[in-house]
């Protein structure tokens, strides 16, 4: 896997999920969202994206995405994440 290609497709799409609003992101506790991409390299990846309750006495969310090209990645993926606060502010970043 092009980590340098895998880790930017991840960021990108985690941009996305970080300009949703915390109520639409609590549909991720219940059914993560995975799909394909293929890459300019002709690549193709699978990322998945779910969330976790952070500290659900603050009712905060962690925001998992992770990506993989199917080979031994697809045990140990990259993943990136972020916590997003009921008022939509992001924890900790």
Known sequence: ???????????EHLTLYR????????????RPETFEVRSGSGVLYQLEFQAF???????????L??????????VLPLYED???APDGNFVGK
């Open 19 to 30: 300009q949703r609003s915390h109520q639409e992101l609590l549909t991720l506790l219940d």
């Open 82 to 84: 972020f916590i997003m």
């Open 53 to 63: 309750w952070d500290d659900p006495g603050r009712q905060t969310l962690r925001v």
């Open 65 to 74: 995405g992770s990506i993989d090209d199917g080979g031994i990645r697809a």
């Open 1 to 11: 896997m092009d980590k340098p290609e895998a880790r930017r497709i991840l960021g």
